[in-house]
């Protein structure tokens, strides 16, 4: 474990000492107004309000406000969350409740107490289902990112916040997604900060959101009225092409190909996830 | 279901979550325990298709014998309080022995979507979008059958009369036939995507 | 009525005959009867309206699991006489793979191949598909079979994360040779990088005997780097939306039917290829150079439609059945006859026909080679 790894991790343990195993609503009221750890500033961008353009329309709009808000500058390491397990034993392999994962959670750690080699430590954390990510970032005083909040952060390129309408930079995307080899994923160093200072959105793990069963789906409760956002988003075939906002966004295809096929329980080895917070915490 | 079919390996009830039913009564979720199933979740306010889900859920009522349960979960558990829940059992004649109507917070909501795979999103603050699904859940909460989409329910009527079928001693239910043309064969599907060790029918 | 006129007997001899006979007439009327007592094939029924429609077996007899193959492999011809259920294991595999000669490319793929795994049923069997998507997989995939009736033709219900497995079931109604591919978004990408193979569904009274059946597809790739730049590809978009491949191919790779990898026949042989063209973009005019096509079975069906033909249209998302003779000693060579795709841009096969040479088919007799001063 190098310098900055350690000093990561026990940042890590200061927000996570003081956490109970309480849910996560006690926790959101829980959790103190006061000033942020100094690790924060380097564990989490701030993020001001702003707007994106989503994919799919919700209700007709074709662009979505969002609040500010703070996203931690990294996914999730193994390291990380092999301290959370550590701490909270009914999140460690072999013992989480069925009902929270698939069978294959954590299951590319060579243990339940172990996530590997000091290489292993830096990677992503994958194969953790949605009930484990929100569970992590609890503990550590945070929550998930919602959809609206991760693609806005996912439409910055190196230089520039809003990167949506950069053929060049939606290439590199592809490219990078096209890229990605099976197996466990790279580790974070290296990878560039984009124009918020946060790294790794595009080229290492798909990522949980909060909300991503949000996607409106074929039998939506308003498919017998007339709206536009009644379409069935079922994305397969060219039919995902409908009601899309841009039809060459190849790589937000691809994010919402896998949202629309992730259950809560769903344990797979390219889906790892990050944490936000309403502040930095 | 198919003879020698089981239910999920996890239950609903673990998620442990405590939710309020018609009658102002705090339910931790394995309060439901017990007894098997049929779970929907609409919202009240809802006119376009949630009184199609709650017209099938009738229809399962009375095809079945009384100890199948038939919940009703809201969606929307800002404006469906208890009271709300109350006067919409009332005006649906949903009666108390037969069906509870449970509302909760948004987090317990989610959980208890996600878990169901229903997908939703709130889209003002009088409208969601939602997928129509019914879950059968049997009498320890492991999910049996899932039934998307507003077809008719008649799958489900056969699946609640096997689960009751102790009390009642009727004859058992008729397999259910072939999917022929085209059919999703569910179990591996539906239950387990991540594809672990498979069940057998 | 009969055609003769039976009148008394005159003696025991003939008496026996005449019994032998009713006998004989009484066992084919028999016969006839169980034929038109079995179970109507709707389909059979209303073949005669022009537009059948089609109903499931109403006996499916067994089970069995089909054996697959990778091209240039086809499986053998199905000797069944009823139908069955035939369960059909497909992993989807994503692996780097050979697109030429020091050029690689990320390829997902239908059972570790491009074009993916050969599926061989019979018309009326009810098929289970199982679609596995390996766990080390980076993205989700699902499969639409153009011989499925039914709900984008499996797509919709065959959606599967890595490390994840969806099943459904379809009867073969319509026989055919059908293109099946994988359709999550974006459809585009996914079948850019490899994900296409073909499913045979095959009349009941089966197809002439032959002695050679290939599996042969066209498709394109869209790569970053030009023609033939070395190492590893990825897809270029932009290519793809302009319809501007830089690769054509046939069965997934430049030489992935030259040289070693050559199809083989001999004189006096006769071949059938089951040809496909995946596109994602482009229409083939399949021709094969030095051989006409004695059959076509134009787009996949089950007319040989056409006789005496030199190049065939496949539409991208089709397939032709091509059937010829061989007579003369030598190599074919298959092509797109769009012909820079196939000088430049690979799309290029061989089929070496060994034998006696018979000079009467075909000889030089002035030329640079031969007889020249």
């Known amino acids: 474990m190098n310098d900055a790894m350690r000093s990561f991790c026990a940042a890590l343990l200061l927000t996570t000492i003081g956490t109970t195993l309480a849910p996560a609503t006690a926790l959101a009221t829980v959790r103190a107004p006061l000033p942020a750890p100094r690790a924060a500033a380097t564990t989490m961008s701030r993020v001001p309000e702003g707007w994106y353009r989503p994919l799919y329309s919700v209700a007709g709009a074709r662009r979505v406000h969002v609040k500010a808000f703070a996203l ?76 609206d909040e991760w693609e806005l952060v996912a439409a910055a390129s190196e230089s520039r916040r809003d990167a949506s309408g950069d053929g060049a ?74 009601g899309a906002s841009d039809v060459t966004d190849f790589p937000a295809f691809a994010r919402y190909a896998v949202r629309a096929g992730l259950t809560a329980r769903s344990t797979i080895s390219g889906v790892g996830f990050r944490c936000a917070a309403d502040h930095p915490v | 279901m198919q003879p020698g079919e089981t239910g999920s390996e996890y239950s609903i009830y673990d998620l442990g979550s405590t939710w309020k039913d018609q009658a102002g009564v705090d339910r931790p979720l394995a309060t439901l325990a017990g007894s098997p199933r049929v779970i929907a ?39 469906d309080t208890p009271d709300r ?79 009751s079928v102790a009390p009642i001693r009727s004859a058992p239910a008729a397999p259910t036939p072939p999917v022929a043309l085209f059919g999703e064969v569910r179990s591996r599907f539906e239950w387990d995507r991540s594809g672990g060790p498979l069940k057998p029918f | 009525m009969l055609p003769f006129h039976l009148s008394a007997p005159r003696t025991p001899m003939a008496r026996m005959l005449l019994e032998l006979a009713l006998v004989v007439l009484a066992l084919l009327a028999i016969v006839g009867l169980a034929g038109c007592g079995a179970p109507v094939d709707a389909a059979e029924a209303n073949a005669a309206s022009g537009v059948p429609i089609r109903t499931p077996s109403s006996e499916v007899i067994g089970e069995e699991v089909a054996v697959l193959t990778t091209a240039p492999a086809v499986p053998a011809p199905i000797t069944r006489t009823h139908a069955t259920k035939v369960i059909v294991n497909l992993d989807v595999i994503e692996q780097t793979m050979r697109l030429a000669d020091g050029v ?60 994840g497995e969806s099943v459904f079931t379809f009867a073969a109604l319509n026989p055919g040779l059908y293109v099946y591919h994988c359709a999550t978004s974006p459809v585009p990408m996914h079948m850019a990088n490899g994900m296409y193979g073909m499913i045979l569904v095959e009349p009941k009274a089966g197809l002439p005997k032959v002695d050679r059946e290939y599996y042969v597809m066209q498709s394109e790739f869209y790569t970053t780097g030009a023609f033939g730049a070395k190492g590893l590809q990825t897809l270029d978009m932009q290519k793809g939306i302009d319809e501007r491949p830089t690769y054509v191919v046939f069965n997934g790779s430049v030489g992935a039917l030259t ?43 089950t007319s040989a439609t056409q006789h005496n033909v030199q190049t065939t249209l496949i539409p991208a998302g089709g397939s032709a059945i091509v059937e010829f003779g061989v007579e003369k000693a030598g190599d074919l060579i298959l092509v797109d006859h769009s012909i820079f795709r196939a000088f430049n841009k690979g799309a290029l096969g061989i089929l070496h026909v060994s034998g006696p040479d018979d000079a009467k088919v075909f000889a030089s007799i002035k030329g640079l080679g031969v007889g020249g001063e």
């Open chain 1, 72 to 147: 931690d500058r990294i996914p999730v390491t193994r390291g990380a969350f092999l301290q959370f397990v550590q701490a909270h034993p009914q999140w460690a392999r072999g013992t989480v409740l069925r009902v929270f994962a698939q069978s294959r959670y954590l299951a590319d750690w060579p243990s339940a107490s172990s996530a590997g080699s000091a290489v292993d430590l830096e990677r992503p954390v994958t194969g953790v289902s949605w009930f484990a990510a929100k569970a992590y970032c609890a503990a550590v005083g945070k929550r998930l990112p919602t959809l």
């Open chain 1, 169 to 242: 930079y939606r290439r590199r995307l592809l490219a990078l997604y096209a890229a990605r080899k099976p197996g466990a994923p790279p580790s974070i160093a290296n990878t560039p900060a984009n124009a918020y200072g946060v790294r790794g959105m595009h080229g290492l793990v798909w990522e949980w959101t909060l909300d991503f069963n949000s996607i409106v789906v074929a039998d939506d409760s308003r498919a017998s009225g007339s709206g536009q956002d009644a379409r069935d988003h079922h994305l397969f075939c060219a039919s995902a092409a409908i």
């Open chain 2, 41 to 79: 979740m609409i919202y009240t306010h809802c006119s376009a298709t949630c009184p199609i889900t709650v017209a099938e859920m009738k229809r399962i009522e009375a095809l079945t014998p009384p100890t199948l349960g038939l919940v009703l979960v809201s969606l929307d558990g800002d404006r």
């Open chain 2, 85 to 163: 829940l109350a006067q919409y059992a009332a005006e649906h004649r949903l009666t108390p022995d037969r069906w509870t109507l449970l509302r909760g917070s948004d987090a317990d909501v989610r959980d208890l979507a996600a878990v169901l795979d229903i997908r939703y999103r709130r889209l003002s603050a009088t409208e969601l979008a939602h997928q129509n699904v019914l879950t059968v859940l049997d009498a320890a909460g492991a999910v049996v059958h899932r039934q998307a989409g507003l077809a008719d329910a008649d799958d489900i009527v056969r699946i609640g009369r096997a689960l």
């Open chain 3, 104 to 163: 690689e490319y990320n390829m997902w793929t239908f059972g570790g191949s491009v074009p993916g795994s050969f599926i061989r049923v019979r018309e009326g069997d009810q098929v289970e598909l199982r679609l596995k998507n390996a766990a080390n997989s980076t993205m989700p995939h699902n499969i639409d079979l153009h011989a499925v009736t039914g709900p984008g033709g499996g797509a919709k219900s065959s959606l599967t994360l890595p490390g």
């Open chain 3, 259 to 301: 040289g070693e990898k050559a199809l083989q026949a001999k004189v006096g042989e006769r071949v059938r290829l089951f040809v496909g063209d995946a596109g994602p973009n482009l229409t083939s005019s399949f021709h094969v150079i030095g051989e006409i096509f004695d059959n076509v079975y134009q787009e996949g069906g």
